[in-house]
C-alpha cells in the first residue's frame, strides 16, 4: 500500500493494465521490477515510482509478508542443498555480511518492525546509485523522457550502509558439519573465495567452470558416471560486489562422503596442474556462447543485461562483447585461474550430513 492506494488496489491496477510489479533483493542490490504493455509504460513507471517513494507498509500487510518469508525459510532449512549453502557461506565469510541468509533467520525476520522496514526502504531508494534498465517496443528518446518526468526530481544523498568487515583469506581447510537425520543423502559442498565483479579473471573463470560442469563436464563424466559417486554434482563461480566465491557440490552416499571430497579435489589439483584439451575449451565455449544466447530471448533478460552491469559499476562496452571475451580465453588463461583461486591447501568445507542409507548411481 502507498499513500495513494492500498494494495488491493495496486492489484486491481495491474490486472487491468495486463501488468505484473515485483521486488527483488540479494547479496548486492535491491529492486522493483515491472512489465507493462508499451501503451501503458507511462502509467506503469509512475506506478513503480510511487511504490518505491510514498509506501506506507501497513502492519496487515507487513503480517502478511513476514508469514510467507518464513515459510519460505523453513522450506530452506529442510533442503539438503540450501541448508548445505548456508553452512558453507557462514564457513567461508566470518566476517563480511555475506555469511548471512539472504531471506534471513526465523528470529531476525520476526522482530522487523514496521519503522525499521521504513527507514531502510527510504535510505535505500536515492537517485544517486539509482539505476532504471527498459527494454522493449519503446525508443531511447521516449525512455529517457519517461524516466526523467518520472524519477528526475529525486533528491537525496548514496545510500551509505556503513563500514563493511574486511574478509580475510583462508590460510587453512575450514569445516562446518550439521546432521539431518531423516536424509538418506550427504551434501558435500567444497569451495573457495572468489571474484568479484570487475575480476580480470571473471572470464576465465567462467570458461573453467563450463569445462567442469554440465553432464559433457568433468565433475560428471569422472564423479558420476565413471566412479558413480553422486547423485547429483555440480559447481558455480558466485562473483559479487565484493569477493564471491567458487563452490563444488555433490550428493552423495553417506558412505562415500570422503570419497567425494578427495574426489574435487583430484579434479581440482588437475586443473591446476595441466592444461585442458582443445576439445574441452571449445565445448565450454560453445556451451556458454549458447547459453547466453538462450538466455536473453526475453525482454527481462535484455533489461537485466545492462541494468546489473551499470548498477555494479562495470564498463557496459565490455558487457556487451560477451563473445569476444568469452573465445579469448585460453586453456593457459584456465591453468592461471586455477592457480589464483583453487588451493587445496586452503578451502572451505561443509557437509550437511544424512542418517540413512542409499546407493548412489
Known amino acids: ?19 505484473s510489479l515485483g521486488g527483488f533483493s540479494g547479496r548486492n542490490s535491491f529492486g522493483v521490477t515491472g512489465k507493462f504493455l508499451s501503451a501503458d509504460l507511462e502509467k506503469g513507471l509512475g506506478l513503480m515510482r510511487e511504490v518505491l517513494t510514498s509506501a506506507q507498509l501497513p502492519p496487515e500487510e507487513i503480517e502478511l509478508a513476514r508469514s510467507r518469508v518464513i515459510s519460505a525459510i523453513r522450506a530452506r532449512r529442510d533442503d539438503m542443498f540450501s541448508s548445505a549453502m548456508d553452512l558453507f557461506l557462514r564457513a567461508l565469510y566470518s566476517e563480511h555480511p555475506f555469511r548471512f541468509p539472504v531471506m534471513g533467520t526465523e528470529s531476525s525476520v520476526s522482530s522487523l518492525g514496521r519503522e525499521l ?8 531508494v536515492q537517485p544517486e546509485g539509482m539505476v532504471i534498465s527498459l ?16 524519477f528526475g526530481d529525486l533528491r537525496g544523498k548514496p545510500f551509505d550502509p556503513g563500514p563493511i568487515p574486511v574478509e580475510m583469506a583462508k590460510s587453512r581447510v575450514v569445516s562446518l558439519r550439521e546432521k539431518m537425520a531423516d536424509k538418506a543423502q550427504t551434501h558435500v559442498i567444497l569451495g573457495f573465495p572468489g571474484p568479484t565483479f570487475s575480476s580480470e579473471d571473471l572470464d576465465a573463470l567462467e570458461v573453467l567452470n563450463a569445462v567442469l560442469t554440465g553432464q559433457g563436464g568433468r565433475l560428471f563424466r569422472e564423479l558420476r558416471d565413471r566412479k558413480s559417486l553422486a547423485y547429483s554434482v ?3 563461480v558466485a562473483p559479487a560486489m565484493d569477493p564471491g566465491f567458487i563452490a563444488f557440490g555433490m550428493g552423495t552416499n553417506p558412505t562415500r562422503e570422503e570419497e567425494a571430497i578427495r574426489g574435487f579435489l583430484d579434479q581440482i589439483r588437475e586443473v591446476r596442474e595441466g592444461l585442458v584439451s582443445k576439445e574441452e575449451l571449445e565445448r565450454a565455449r560453445k556451451y556458454l556462447l549458447g547459453r547466453k544466447q538462450i538466455s536473453l ?14 548498477l555494479y559499476g562495470q564498463d557496459l562496452d565490455r558487457e556487451l562483447e560477451y563473445e569476444k571475451r568469452i573465445l579469448s580465453v585460453t586453456a593457459q588463461d584456465l591453468k592461471e585461474a ?24
Open 234 to 236: 555440480f559447481s558455480f
Open 297 to 310: 530471448q526475453t525482454l527481462q533478460a535484455r533489461a537485466d543485461e545492462v541494468f546489473f552491469p551499470a
Open 1 to 19: 500500500g502507498t499513500e495513494e492506494r492500498s494494495a488491493l488496489e495496486i492489484a486491481r491496477t495491474l490486472d487491468e493494465m495486463s501488468a
Open 338 to 361: 586455477a592457480l589464483r583461486y583453487l588451493d587445496t591447501d586452503n578451502y572451505v568445507l561443509a557437509v550437511v550430513e544424512g542418517g540413512g542409507r542409499g546407493e548412489s548411481n
Open 135 to 150: 527494454a522493449g517496443d519503446v525508443s531511447v528518446e521516449e525512455a529517457y523522457s519517461l524516466v526523467e518526468g518520472h
Open 117 to 124: 522496514l521504513l527507514f531502510t526502504l527510504r535510505s535505500v
